[in-house]
Structures are given as structure tokens and as C-alpha cells.
């Protein structure tokens, strides 16, 4: 089955940290830049951090800048996401979504992984 899939989620307490994973199934990512996005209760989908290919373009969202830090080994290994410092208002679920090169359309999402900060 051809698919996207996020791991790491849990809970945690605030100012604690968490790495979530995005791994492909079925396909390989070499071809992808990979986002991650966030959805809390009553909130609209925010876009996080998103890396290229090759990992050498990587951008971050204000909210996250400083405490989140998306990685890949390689294009072909699961895309990380390490979150530092996390507060309640990081509570959501969170995606990964892989778009191809030259794309503006997202070829595959992921089913989330609940991330929930609390003591």
C-alpha cells in the first residue's frame, strides 16, 4: 500500500521534547520535499517546516522557528521532526505531506500522529 506515515507522537509535558518521523510505504520520498503541518481542535491546518530533496532547503513557520528542527539523512531515509521546548499551544495532530519536484499539488498525506502536551 502506497502511503505516508507519521510516528512519534505521545504525550508529554511542557518544556519536554518529542521527534516525530514521516516515512514512506510503498514509494520512496527521493523524489519529495516533505512538510509537516499541525491541526488543533477548532484550528485551521498550520504549515510547519518543509525540507527539499536534498535537504539543503529547509524552512520553518514563526511559531516553530528555534524550537523545531526538520531533518533527512537522505532522500531516500524518513524524514524527522524534532520539537524542543514544547508548550500546550503545540497540542494537535500533526502530518507530513510529500509533494514532487516541480509540483504545487501534494502527491500523498500522512494520518497524523497526536501530539499532546500536558502535565
Known amino acids: 500500500q502506497v502511503k505516508l506515515v507519521e510516528s512519534g507522537g505521545e504525550l508529554v509535558q511542557p518544556g519536554g521534547s518529542l521527534k516525530l518521523s514521516c516515512a514512506a510505504s510503498g514509494f520512496s520520498l527521493s523524489y519529495y520535499s516533505i512538510f509537516w503541518f499541525r491541526q488543533a481542535p477548532g484550528k485551521e491546518r498550520e504549515g510547519l517546516s518543509c525540507i527539499s530533496r536534498s535537504g539543503g532547503s529547509i524552512n520553518y513557520a514563526d511559531s516553530v522557528k528555534g524550537r523545531f528542527t526538520i531533518s533527512r539523512v537522505n532522500a531516500r531515509t524518513p524524514v524527522n521532526l524534532q520539537m524542543n521546548s514544547l508548550t500546550n499551544e503545540d497540542t494537535a495532530v500533526y502530518f507530513c505531506?510529500?509533494?514532487?519536484?516541480?509540483?504545487?499539488?501534494?502527491?500523498?498525506w500522512g494520518q497524523g500522529t497526536q501530539v499532546t502536551v500536558s502535565s
Open positions: 505531506a510529500a509533494k514532487p519536484s516541480g509540483s504545487d499539488v501534494f502527491g500523498y
